[in-house]
């Protein structure tokens, strides 16, 4: 048994009422894999979370864990823990009575649940808390005993429903690690539901991307990043600009023909001919000269509309003929100055304009 999948998902769908929501999903995970489920509010993710940990009633498809069929079973016969977006922890119970809440449920002996909370107030630095009343708490010291209730169970399979989401900015980051360390560490299969990109790309080992209840790509962090394979995953993982331009064949391979606010470049990756939509970062760009040459690039001509500074770089906006452009710079520039904006060739993800559909705009 130990050989086989912590989770297999197959064909499920489910929904509320009439509405399908969940559209013949396909997803397995791998014991001590770390898949982080991202996607957009109502694309289904929380809904499959909920599915997999047995609160969300299925329509059709089935979900096995390790090998046992689960998909009929209540939640506490699932032999998974989960994390939940609210902490929903005891308000009334001290640290120690929340962790040992679902230990207590399955009649574990005293003198175990006291060594495995030992074990679980070290490992989240919570010593000297087990007596103290969760709602006198600070929000990271809350979500870190609401883990500590998941992990006591020594579950096999942990579900984190956007756990993180609650926190500001510094907790956040530092239970990030804390949450992968401890993965890493206790070998348990982890599914993290999240809307955040640069939460699931620094924590997983694979990220989904779903879109409109279905699985739009699955793969590691770089592969999803770097080359993707909709309109829809490229803006979604921050490919957020969007320039038509039209391929063609040349005596060397594929070009990119000139255009009205841009020269053409060669073109040296595998692309679709005739008009396309390319996709590209806004760090992916730089501003140069409105004549600015160079092999392997092709530069827009335009000018600056607007200018920020979020602090270690400038943030502009960019118009080239009817479109604007958001691009990075470390250097300052006035509004209103003509600029070239200077584009690599390989960091443009493009599609035929048959695929703009699924970019969501």
Request: hydrophobic fraction near 45%; charged fraction near 20%.
């Given at each position: 048994?130990?050989?086989?999948?912590?989770?297999?998902?197959?064909?499920?769908?489910?929904?509320?009422?009439?509405?399908?929501?969940?559209?013949?999903?396909?997803?397995?995970?791998?014991?001590?894999?770390?898949?982080?489920?991202?996607?957009?509010?109502?694309?289904?993710?929380?809904?499959?979370?909920?599915?997999?940990?047995?609160?969300?009633?299925?329509?059709?498809?089935?979900?096995?864990?390790?090998g046992r069929?689960?998909?009929?079973?209540?939640?506490?016969?699932?032999?998974?823990?989960?994390?939940?977006?609210?902490?929903a922890?005891?308000?009334h119970?001290?640290?120690?009575?929340?962790?040992?809440?679902?230990l207590?449920?399955?009649?574990?002996?005293?003198?175990?649940?006291?060594?495995?909370?030992?074990a679980?107030?070290a490992?989240?630095?919570?010593?000297?808390?087990?007596?103290?009343?969760v709602?006198?708490?600070?929000?990271?010291?809350?979500?870190?005993?609401?883990?500590?209730?998941?992990?006591?169970?020594?579950?096999?399979?942990?579900?984190?429903?956007?756990?993180?989401?609650?926190?500001?900015?510094?907790?956040?980051?530092?239970?990030?690690?804390?949450?992968?360390?401890?993965?890493?560490?206790?070998?348990?299969?982890?599914?993290?539901?999240?809307?955040?990109?640069?939460?699931?790309?620094?924590m997983?080992?694979?990220?989904?991307?779903?879109?409109?209840?279905?699985?739009?790509?699955?793969?590691?962090?770089?592969?999803?990043?770097?080359?993707?394979?909709?309109?829809?995953?490229?803006?979604?993982?921050?490919?957020?600009?969007?320039?038509?331009?039209?391929?063609?064949?040349a005596?060397e391979?594929?070009q990119?023909?000139?255009g009205?606010?841009?020269?053409?470049?060669?073109?040296?990756?595998?692309?679709?001919?005739?008009?396309?939509?390319?996709?590209?970062?806004?760090d992916?760009a730089?501003?140069?000269?409105?004549?600015?040459?160079?092999?392997?690039?092709?530069?827009?001509t335009?000018r600056?509309?607007?200018?920020?500074?979020?602090?270690?770089?400038?943030?502009?906006?960019?118009?080239v003929?009817?479109?604007?452009?958001?691009?990075?710079?470390?250097?300052?520039?006035?509004?209103?100055?003509?600029?070239?904006?200077?584009?690599?060739?390989?960091?443009?993800h493009?599609?035929?304009?048959?695929?703009?559909?699924?970019?969501?705009?």
């Amino acid at each position: 048994m130990s050989g086989r999948p912590a989770l297999e998902i197959a064909q499920l769908t489910a929904g509320y009422g009439r509405a399908v929501v969940l559209d013949h999903v396909d997803l397995d995970v791998a014991p001590g894999q770390f898949v982080a489920i991202l996607g957009a509010s109502g694309c289904g993710k929380t809904t499959l979370l909920r599915a997999v940990a047995g609160f969300q009633p299925v329509m059709s498809g089935t979900i096995a864990s390790f090998g046992r069929d689960v998909t009929a079973l209540p939640p506490e016969r699932r032999e998974l823990a989960m994390v939940f977006q609210s902490y929903a922890l005891w308000p009334h119970m001290t640290v120690a009575g929340n962790i040992g809440y679902g230990l207590r449920l399955r009649r574990v002996p005293r003198a175990e649940i006291a060594r495995r909370m030992t074990a679980i107030l070290a490992l989240l630095n919570l010593d000297g808390l087990e007596n103290r009343k969760v709602t006198a708490l600070s929000g990271g010291q809350r979500q870190r005993v609401a883990l500590g209730r998941a992990l006591a169970v020594e579950p096999r399979l942990l579900l984190l429903d956007e756990p993180l989401s609650n926190l500001d900015a510094k907790v956040r980051l530092k239970l990030r690690g804390e949450i992968k360390a401890l993965q890493g560490r206790l070998g348990f299969a982890a599914i993290h539901v999240t809307h955040d990109r640069e939460e699931a790309m620094t924590m997983a080992d694979q990220i989904v991307v779903m879109e409109a209840g279905r699985i739009a790509q699955q793969g590691t962090p770089e592969d999803v990043y770097h080359r993707p394979r909709s309109p829809f995953v490229a803006a979604f993982m921050g490919a957020e600009n969007r320039l038509a331009l039209e391929v063609a064949t040349a005596a060397e391979g594929l070009q990119i023909r000139p255009g009205l606010h841009h020269q053409g470049a060669a073109l040296r990756q595998e692309a679709p001919l005739g008009p396309v939509e390319a996709y590209f970062r806004d760090d992916a760009a730089r501003l140069a000269a409105p004549d600015h040459r160079a092999p392997d690039e092709i530069t827009l001509t335009g000018r600056i509309t607007q200018k920020s500074y979020p602090g270690g770089y400038y943030l502009y906006a960019v118009a080239v003929g009817d479109r604007d452009f958001a691009v990075k710079d470390g250097r300052a520039f006035d509004v209103g100055t003509p600029v070239g904006l200077s584009l690599p060739v390989a960091a443009l993800h493009l599609f035929g304009r048959d695929a703009q559909d699924g970019a969501g705009n």
